[in-house]
């Protein structure tokens, strides 16, 4: 049931115009990218462009959205500039009809002119404003239903299109037909335009991805039959034949030893022992007893109240002794008195519940089956468990015996098994490592292939000089596939939206409340900062950009996206950055609310921090940490594939527990430090030169709550409970209110040669707590509000706080949603600091700083009388004998200020 929440705290509405207001005095400017303009391209580990380094700030646009009209793309193009956007990533543009994608509205097997000509009108428009394109080629093109090829079962065509060679063309012959023509607004073919500057050639697609094992193990046989085939060629070329094969897979067979697990009966017989344990979370509820099933006397589970939640159901046999790097075989009876699933793993039985090598998704039917699984132990642990979850909202009866956890059991060469007759299997269950290893080599191998022959595709037969990266990082191996492409590229979602039956289901959702500064051990920045593949004495290293990030709609904490994500990227020196996503749909504009978990047009605690995190990020608010930057070696480079499938086996397609063995870091030791993978070269390189003063600091007290800051040359950034805050700074920055909150305090020079000399003395304050549309209706818990979005305006929670700065010659202005000045802020001296207190009562996220009079102890004519002067010199005022007036580096005169003086008085441009 959803019920309207009712919060004490008071929301305003906070609606920044879809208009992008010329008077605004927090807009940034972009120099425009000429169709002769140079490209940004690779030096080094770093983005360049004419010589310079050049960061990327953007975000993505979604089906739809790459797709406004020509009335509506030149006010989309300067509300994104404005806020500092230089990019953005044309996502999913392939996987609709129009006018949601690029497809023919009824047959949706031709590219449709009018979605290309509102495509090209677009592009345009964003260059015209100084914003690059990222064309994905690949994203949600099932190329398989237009071609004639069978349903390969997974979504989106992913991990068959690594492979399967009609596939691969079809995708060739989508860039061709996106890249090998001529955008008339632009006057040039679009794989010549300097302003689509990175292509992306699939998204999200690999062997090593999350349920890439799962997919691989069941695919129709058209396409299994495919790959078995190419598995049997690569083991042909490595090992000849088969008894040459069966030599090496067999050489390591070990015999199968003692169970270690108590059976059923002994464990009801004998109540004392407890060897298995059933467990039960958040109000679910079974019986485990001895029951029998079709003659069979097992363990049955009566289900009486379960959720969505697998793990709310759970039986475990604690107490195992588990050795790293030993193979182990768990084997089991089970059916149930219907089909269902359930889900086994090999886990740790103590904080914090690592998986320690096993988990796999089991389907039981009516009839009794063995299941047998094989796996090698990713870590030492004397209190490791078998583990068994049976919730997720299924309350069929099910019966589970014989359960065996056993060193050894491998299998070599399986019998009937021969490469001459090309019958070796992908997968069996219990295999040797031997066998494991050399099929992640071959798949290894497979998707690099696919991955360099795209690029080769795409720069040598279709000429585009931009920069092309494959898709993102799943493990060791995934790395190793992307080494080779322009740069490296990653993901992350907080608290992504669940969808606990059917995917995507607009009423059937949930997110966890939880606020990422309080989950140090969990929080997605790390797990990205260790996927980056940098630079090393001989390796020039890869540029590192993350192209989809969200701490979606509704968290409460959602506010700490932007903050977070900006500065702990600059901190650790990456490249670009494209938050997901600016919007779904060709006609949201002006809708003045958020509709869904991941839209930030209209979400104030996203898009109200943008320009914040521009000035952090891409203009160098803040720097990077410490003066040495380390890099730590994957592979010995005599065999590289053996060792990185080795630890793709032990940690999976996570990255950081890579970084941790390797670099034996934890987590903590980024916030400062660099420590970066790359393939084969270990050593530190020392920085010392390049004074770094940005200092981060993230702190969990014992309450569970957590406070994240980040202070550099320019900026200033603060996240998380209120009562945290003064501590963190010694008093500098003190939150009241609300309980949650976002700050940051950032310079308005972004350097430019556009940006106007005034700009250096001007700083924008941003702080919000929750952000909510008009009339959301959550959960009581808050986790959901199923289709119940609300409407406009949306609504924020202001904050209440002191803020002290330790220079004198400050005013404040709350600023409107629109950039312009709302009203004046009264500041105070106290102990030899300005104090600023920023209130609720202005109805605002957003103030503005002004420095003038006496900063840094140089005597400076104050700015605002500077430009009353030079107004007075416009309205035919020369008679007034003023000398030319000292202003921050030099003596600047009237004349030659006048005219944007004025502007700058009247509030015109920034």
């Given at each position: 049931?959803?019920?309207?929440?009712?919060?004490?705290?008071?929301?305003?509405?906070?609606?920044?115009?879809?208009?992008?207001?010329?008077?605004?005095?927090?807009?940034?400017?972009?120099?425009?990218?000429?169709?002769?303009?140079?490209?940004?391209?690779?030096?080094?580990?770093?983005?360049?462009?004419?010589?310079?380094?050049?960061?990327?700030?953007?975000?993505?646009?979604s089906f739809g959205g790459n797709l406004p009209s020509s009335a509506d793309a030149p006010t989309v193009a300067e509300r994104l500039a404005a806020a500092g956007i230089n990019s953005v990533r044309c996502h999913h543009l392939d996987t609709s009809k129009y006018p949601s994608g690029i497809w023919h509205p009824t047959t949706g097997q031709t590219i449709y002119p009018e979605a290309l000509d509102r495509l090209d009108y677009f592009v345009n428009e964003l260059a015209q404003r100084g914003i690059y394109v990222n064309l994905n080629l690949h994203v949600g093109r099932a190329h398989s239903q237009y071609i004639g090829l069978p349903d390969p079962g997974t979504s989106y065509d992913k991990i068959v299109g690594l492979f399967v060679p009609q596939?691969?063309?079809?995708?060739?012959?989508?860039?061709?037909?996106?890249?090998?023509?001529?955008?008339?607004?632009?006057?040039?073919?679009?794989?010549?335009?300097?302003?689509?500057?990175?292509?992306?050639?699939?998204?999200?697609?690999?062997?090593?991805?999350?349920?890439?094992?799962?997919?691989?193990?069941?695919?129709?046989?058209?396409?299994?039959?495919?790959?078995?085939?190419?598995?049997?060629?690569?083991?042909?070329?490595?090992?000849?034949?088969?008894?040459?094969?069966?030599?090496?897979?067999?050489?390591?067979?070990?015999?199968?030893?003692?169970?270690?697990?108590?059976?059923?009966?002994?464990?009801?017989?004998?109540?004392?022992?407890?060897?298995?344990?059933?467990?039960?979370?958040?109000?679910?509820?079974?019986?485990?007893?001895?029951?029998?099933?079709?003659?069979?006397?097992?363990?049955?589970?009566?289900?009486?109240?379960?959720?969505?939640?697998?793990?709310?159901?759970?039986?475990?046999?604690?107490?195992?002794?588990?050795?790293?790097?030993?193979?182990?075989?768990?084997?089991?009876?089970?059916?149930?008195?219907?089909?269902?699933?359930?889900?086994?793993?090999?886990?740790?039985?103590?904080?914090?519940?690592?998986?320690?090598?096993?988990?796999?998704?089991?389907?039981?039917?009516?009839?009794?089956?063995t299941f047998t699984f094989g796996f090698t132990a990713s870590a030492d642990d004397n209190d490791g468990r078998v583990n068994i979850s049976f919730g997720g909202g299924d309350t069929t009866t099910w019966y589970l015996n014989d359960v065996q956890l056993r060193t050894g059991g491998q299998v070599g060469l399986a019998e009937g098994e021969s490469l001459e007759a090309g019958t070796v299997q992908l997968f069996v269950d219990a295999e040797v490592k031997k066998r494991a290893i050399d099929r992640m080599r071959f798949l290894a191998e497979t998707e690099k292939a696919y991955f360099d022959g795209m690029y080769s595709y795409i720069k040598d037969n279709l000429g585009y000089d931009g920069l092309v990266t494959g898709t993102i990082v799943f493990?060791?191996?995934?790395?190793?596939?992307?080494?080779?492409?322009?740069?490296?590229?990653?993901?992350?979602?907080?608290?992504?939206?669940?969808?606990?039956?059917?995917?995507?289901?607009?009423?059937?959702?949930?997110?966890?409340?939880?606020?990422?500064?309080?989950?140090?051990?969990?929080?997605?920045?790390?797990?990205?900062?260790?996927?980056?593949?940098?630079?090393?004495?001989?390796?020039?290293?890869?540029?590192?950009?993350?192209?989809?990030?969200?701490?979606?709609?509704?968290?409460?904490?959602?506010?700490?996206?932007?903050?977070?994500?900006?500065?702990?990227?600059?901190?650790?020196?990456?490249?670009?950055?494209?938050?997901?996503?600016?919007?779904?749909?060709?006609?949201?504009?002006?809708?003045?609310?958020?509709?869904?978990?991941?839209?930030?047009?209209?979400?104030?605690?996203?898009?109200?921090?943008?320009?914040?995190?521009?000035?952090?990020?891409?203009?160098?608010?803040?720097?990077?940490?410490?003066?040495?930057?380390?890099?730590?070696?994957?592979?010995?480079?005599?065999?590289?594939?053996?060792?990185?499938?080795?630890?793709?086996?032990?940690?999976?397609?996570?990255?950081?527990?890579?970084?941790?063995?390797?670099?034996?870091?934890?987590?903590?030791?980024?916030?400062?430090?660099?420590?970066?993978?790359?393939?084969?070269?270990?050593?530190?390189?020392?920085?010392?030169?390049?004074?770094?003063?940005?200092?981060?600091?993230?702190?969990?007290?014992?309450?569970?709550?957590?406070?994240?800051?980040?202070?550099?040359?320019?900026?200033?950034?603060?996240?998380?409970?209120?009562?945290?805050?003064?501590?963190?700074?010694?008093?500098?920055?003190?939150?009241?209110?609300?309980?949650?909150?976002?700050?940051?305090?950032?310079?308005?020079?972004?350097?430019?040669?556009?940006?106007?000399?005034?700009?250096?003395?001007?700083?924008?304050?941003?702080?919000?707590?929750?952000?909510?549309?008009?009339?959301?209706?959550?959960?009581?818990?808050?986790?959901?509000?199923?289709?119940?979005?609300?409407?406009?305006?949306?609504?924020?929670?202001?904050?209440?706080?002191?803020?002290?700065?330790?220079?004198?010659?400050?005013?404040?202005?709350?600023?409107?949603?629109?950039?312009?000045?709302?009203?004046?802020?009264?500041?105070?001296?106290?102990?030899?600091?300005?104090?600023?207190?920023?209130?609720?009562?202005?109805?605002?996220?957003?103030?503005?700083?002004?420095?003038?009079?006496?900063?840094?102890?140089?005597?400076?004519?104050?700015?605002?009388?500077?430009?009353?002067?030079?107004?007075?010199?416009?309205?035919?005022?020369?008679?007034?004998?003023?000398?030319?007036?000292?202003?921050?580096?030099?003596?600047?005169?009237?004349?030659?200020?006048?005219?944007?003086?004025?502007?700058?008085?009247?509030?015109?441009?920034?």
């Open positions: 049931m959803l019920i309207p929440f009712v919060c004490s705290a008071q929301m305003v509405p906070f609606v920044i115009p879809a208009q992008q207001d010329p008077n605004s005095l927090i807009a940034i400017q972009n120099e425009p990218i000429d169709t002769t303009g140079e490209w940004i391209t690779v030096a080094g580990d770093r983005f360049v462009l004419s010589g310079e380094r050049v960061k990327i700030w953007g975000v993505n646009l596939l691969i063309q079809a995708q060739k012959d989508y860039a061709r037909d996106m890249l090998d023509r001529v955008n008339p607004y632009r006057g040039m073919r679009v794989a010549d335009d300097p302003a689509v500057g990175f292509v992306e050639i699939t998204n999200e697609d690999s062997f090593f991805m999350w349920n890439g094992e799962e997919s691989l193990r069941n695919l129709p046989s058209y396409y299994a039959d495919i790959l078995q085939g190419q598995y049997n060629d690569w083991l042909a070329d490595e090992y000849g034949d088969t008894n040459s094969l069966r030599a090496v897979w067999d050489a390591n067979v070990e015999p199968l030893g003692p169970n270690v697990v108590t059976g059923f009966v002994e464990h009801f017989n004998n109540p004392g022992a407890n060897a298995w344990v059933l467990e039960e979370h958040e109000g679910c509820d079974a019986t485990f007893e001895l029951g029998t099933y079709d003659g069979n006397t097992a363990a049955k589970f009566t289900i009486h109240v379960t959720d969505s939640t697998g793990w709310h159901l759970q039986v475990k046999h604690p107490q195992l002794e588990l050795v790293e790097g030993q193979y182990y075989t768990l084997s089991f009876d089970a059916a149930a008195e219907g089909p269902r699933t359930v889900w086994c793993s090999v886990m740790q039985d103590h904080s914090p519940w690592a998986n320690l090598g096993f988990n796999r998704t089991v389907e039981l039917t009516t009839e009794w089956q493990g060791p191996l995934g790395l190793y596939a992307q080494s080779d492409m322009d740069f490296i590229d990653g993901h992350a979602y907080w608290q992504h939206p669940v969808f606990p039956n059917v995917p995507w289901d607009p009423d059937d959702w949930y997110i966890q409340q939880k606020p990422m500064t309080d989950y140090i051990d969990q929080a997605t920045v790390f797990a990205l900062a260790a996927e980056r593949l940098g630079k090393g004495s001989t390796y020039s290293g890869k540029p590192f950009t993350v192209s989809e990030y969200n701490h979606p709609a509704p968290l409460d904490s959602q506010v700490s996206c932007v903050p977070m994500l900006a500065s702990f990227a600059a901190a650790q020196d990456w490249d670009g950055l494209w938050l997901y996503t600016y919007t779904h749909s060709e006609n949201s504009w002006y809708n003045n609310y958020f509709p869904a978990y991941f839209d930030i047009m209209h979400n104030a605690a996203k898009w109200g921090f943008i320009t914040a995190g521009a000035n952090i990020f891409r203009y160098g608010g803040l720097g990077p940490v410490g003066d040495t930057y380390s890099y730590v070696g994957l592979a010995n480079p005599n065999d590289p594939l053996g060792e990185l499938a080795d630890l793709h086996l032990k940690h999976g397609s996570g990255m950081f527990g890579v970084l941790a063995e390797k670099a034996g870091i934890a987590r903590q030791d980024l916030l400062n430090s660099r420590i970066v993978h790359t393939l084969y070269e270990t050593g530190v390189i020392d920085e010392s030169n390049e004074p770094n003063t940005t200092v981060v600091s993230w702190q969990v007290d014992i309450d569970g709550k957590g406070i994240y800051t980040a202070v550099g040359p320019s900026a200033g950034v603060y996240v998380g409970h209120k009562g945290k805050f003064a501590a963190a700074t010694g008093n500098t920055v003190e939150v009241n209110e609300p309980n949650y909150a976002a700050l940051t305090i950032t310079s308005l020079y972004s350097g430019d040669a556009v940006s106007p000399p005034e700009s250096k003395h001007r700083f924008l304050i941003t702080a919000c707590g929750r952000c909510e549309n008009t009339g959301m209706v959550f959960s009581p818990d808050r986790t959901t509000v199923g289709t119940n979005w609300g409407t406009a305006p949306v609504r924020i929670e202001p904050v209440a706080a002191t803020i002290r700065f330790g220079y004198k010659g400050l005013t404040c202005y709350a600023l409107s949603p629109d950039g312009t000045i709302k009203t004046t802020v009264p500041v105070h001296v106290e102990n030899g600091q300005t104090v600023v207190e920023i209130s609720p009562v202005y109805e605002t996220m957003w103030y503005l700083l002004r420095v003038s009079g006496d900063v840094n102890g140089d005597e400076q004519t104050d700015f605002r009388d500077f430009c009353k002067l030079a107004q007075h010199w416009l309205q035919d005022e020369e008679s007034v004998d003023i000398a030319p007036v000292p202003f921050g580096d030099g003596v600047v005169a009237l004349e030659d200020a006048a005219i944007w003086a004025d502007n700058w008085l009247l509030g015109v441009g920034p």
